[in-house]
């Protein structure tokens, strides 16, 4: 990549540590700090003039929601701006008008899986699709899918190995049966081109402290122009219902994703979300994308000559490499110790996570190598 110095002095802590560690937090560029700033000073030094402060607070929501759609190829009417993957999951699921009998598939490794409190009350079944080795099979899929499924949840790129999903294969499976398709793409956003509209994807929560760089606490959710009047808010406030005098009138946003925000949202997140995504756009997130797979390409073979045991599939493109590891803890707090940051997890027999972003190089995976 080009100019990889100059973007690597953008971020204070690749001086000391060589990180490598976005599927967990990714790092913030002293821009995304500025978008932070700006919100702050704006409120400090508060002076009243004809737009209200929330309006301004409004109007950079909008600018916000332009970007994200162009990032993700949707329309702006198509974002709902949440909290965390989470919020934007349950929005969901507590907005279908669920049946006794209905079903909802998600599969093994979901961060969040969708068996709630709505699922539980309204009797609905979850199925569960199991890997198969290091990967998930699309047979398997049509296997266990039915005409009572409403609801299949799966992760674009999974937080375990980074097994990537082709979505559209998924998606024509899923419609082939009625059913919606929702997707988690927190590992995605960010690291890899996405088009939401090309893969006929019908949800997508997206969280954006990883790839995104910043915010926490501000998240967005897209759900398709034919999908959003099927949902019903599970919440209500100011900003999805007209209050005046006695007369609650609801859905003054119906027709738009908008419809799912309730009240007052992470301004100061936007501020910071729309720095992010023109740090990325000026990089290019196809440049992105080309130096996250280039690096990964090299890892998987350093890793491999190491005789480690890579769990990621090989053809698959993806941020994230996981091997297996015995004593994965130990040697995460060990490389820590040297100021290698990487995730080691017990769980799947244990392994280890590395995930990089496009400020990592060769020789961040040489010193990795070097150290295991
Ligand atoms: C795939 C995936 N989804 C979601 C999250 C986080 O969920 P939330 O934004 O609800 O905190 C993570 C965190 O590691 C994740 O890996």
Redesign the pocket.
Known sequence: MNNIESIREDFPTLKDWTYLDN??VGLMPKQVREGYMEWIDEWYNFRITKNTILNCWLEKSTILRNMISNLIGVQSSEIAFTM????G?NIVINGIDWKKGDNVIFTEW???PLVTNTTRKNGVESRVLKASGNRFELSNLEKMIDDKTRLVQI?Q???TNGFRFNLKDVAQIVHEHGAKLLV?A??AVGAIQVDYKKDDVDYV?V?P??YLMGPAGL?FLYVNNQSVNELTPDRVGWKNQLYEGDNPEESITEGKAEKFEYGTINFQGVYALIKSIEYLNKIGIENVENQIINVNKYLYEKLEYLGKKVWTPIENESPIISFIQENPENLAKKLQNMKIKVTGRRAHGGHMRVSVHFYNTIDDIDLLIKNL
């Not at 965390?84 to 919020?87: P, R």
Request: aromatic share 14%; glycine share 4%; hydrophobic share 25%.
């Open positions: 599927a967990f965390c993957t989470g919020s999951l979901e961060h969040n992760s790129v999974c937080y988690d927190t590992q929560s969280a402290y990883k998240a």
